[in-house]
């Protein structure tokens, strides 16, 4: 049942404002092409000063040239500073904090006229929002901006604060996520939302990632006379099979997860001769051979065990030639997240979605990896990703978002900060 001062607070949220500021941020180019120029910049200025219009305290901060991270920051208390959220909090439940999480960086729009309209251009049609980024994710980010206004402008005091994180680099190493963490602005976050497009289902699990680089060295010879040297590619070969064997091995031993499916172990990149070893040519038996594995994780699996299991298997593979050589790197690891559904920032999010709705909320997961594995993986912060835009549209050409999904997340958001933090 939503309340008379629930209602005061939806009433603050303008439709067409909130419309208009997914147009606006999509039509910013926030693709990181370095080489023109052209990074997430120019969309986190216009988050920050729309941030500083709805009267919320900001910081903007670079994590590397031209990619910056925005914070911003609500509490009714009057004497509060944003800087409170660098300093260690004074017990650890002193106050709630609520974050509300999203990126600025959109990936590559690909061959422009293999759109129907300019990948920029954000264009409505039949409902829907046209433009790379609308789904992926600046209308999710919009979202939070419009519930946090609403909040702000009908006066309601909070048992706690809202924090908005607006970062760089989702899309590749996620180190505006990292550079958030490691700058301590996170500390004091008690649960996030992350406002990632998910038909606004509520998904309370993620998979993990990690990401495992192998490399078999053996000895590089004239492709007519490779008894001369010793080819790498073979052994390669065995570990590639060991690998195959190895995810069969866990899909029998962990299952499938209720929202996750299945665990995964994939080889992405598979190249002869390794990185930085030259040019593959014809008549050249190469000196390495080189495989990235991309290992998808669910609850209940030990990246560091299977890390350690894998290299087992590249080691015995150059076992059977001592003029092989073999290396390994751990290049990432993201452990799998599962947010129970009663904990109060899942209830807060289904109460918010069956009051606006009148029917239950869809809960879900995440097959890929997002900012919000990083912040529970580094902080434990409980995680639920939940925002509009089909599932299976991101990184598509004609990305889209619908009108529909857009002004519900926006009022769930809003609900789910009231009820969550009191």
Request: with cysteine.
């Amino acid at each position: 049942m939503i309340s008379d001062l629930e209602r005061r607070v939806l009433d603050c949220i303008d439709d067409d404002e909130l419309i208009g500021w997914v147009q606006a941020l999509t039509r910013i180019p926030s693709v990181w092409k370095p080489e023109q120029g052209i990074g997430e910049e120019a969309a986190a200025r216009w988050v920050e000063a729309h941030c500083r219009d709805i009267g919320l305290q900001t910081r903007f901060e670079f994590v590397v040239p031209g990619r910056p991270n925005v914070i911003a920051a609500y509490a009714s208390s009057p004497d509060f500073s944003i800087e409170e959220l660098l300093r260690p909090p004074a017990s650890p439940h002193a106050r709630k904090w609520l974050m509300f999480e999203g990126h600025t960086d959109v990936v590559t729009e690909g061959d422009p006229t293999q759109w129907t309209d300019p990948p920029f251009s954000a264009v409505i049609r039949d409902g829907r929002i046209y433009g790379r980024g609308a789904n992926d994710m600046k209308a999710g980010l919009c979202c939070a901006l419009a519930a946090i206004k609403a909040i702000v402008r009908s006066g309601v005091d909070l048992n706690g604060g809202i924090l908005l994180g607006a970062v760089c680099d989702e899309e590749g190493g996620m180190i505006g996520i990292k550079h958030f963490v490691e700058r301590g602005w996170a500390d004091h976050v008690t649960a996030c939302i992350v406002c990632e497009p998910e038909e606004n289902h509520l998904c309370i699990a993620q998979k993990g990632v990690m990401w495992l680089r192998c490399v078999i060295r053996g000895v590089m010879s004239h492709g007519a006379m490779p008894l001369t040297g010793v080819n790498a590619m073979y052994p390669m070969a065995r570990f590639l099979t060991m690998v195959q064997a190895l995810e069969e091995r866990e899909i029998v031993r962990h299952g499938r997860h209720e929202f996750l499916g299945q665990p995964s172990i994939t080889p992405t990149i598979v190249m002869s001769p390794a990185r930085g070893e030259g040019e593959p040519q014809a008549n050249v038996m190469p000196g390495a051979a080189e495989c990235v594995l991309d290992i998808r994780l669910i609850p209940g699996q030990d990246p560091d065990a299977l890390a350690r299991r894998v290299e087992q298997m590249l080691a015995a593979c150059v076992a059977v030639d001592d003029r092989l050589r073999y290396a390994f790197e751990v290049v990432e690891v993201r452990h799998p997240i599962h947010t129970q559904r009663d904990h109060p920032i899942v209830q807060s999010l289904a109460s918010a979605y069956t009051d606006l709705t009148g029917t239950p909320p869809i809960y879900g997961g995440v097959p890929g990896s997002t900012d919000g594995t990083i912040l529970h993986a580094r902080k434990g912060i409980p995680i639920v990703t939940c925002g509009p835009g089909d599932i299976h549209i991101p990184h598509h050409v004609d990305e889209w978002v619908s009108i529909a999904e857009i002004k519900l997340a926006a009022r769930m958001y809003a609900l789910a900060a009231m009820r969550y933090l009191g």
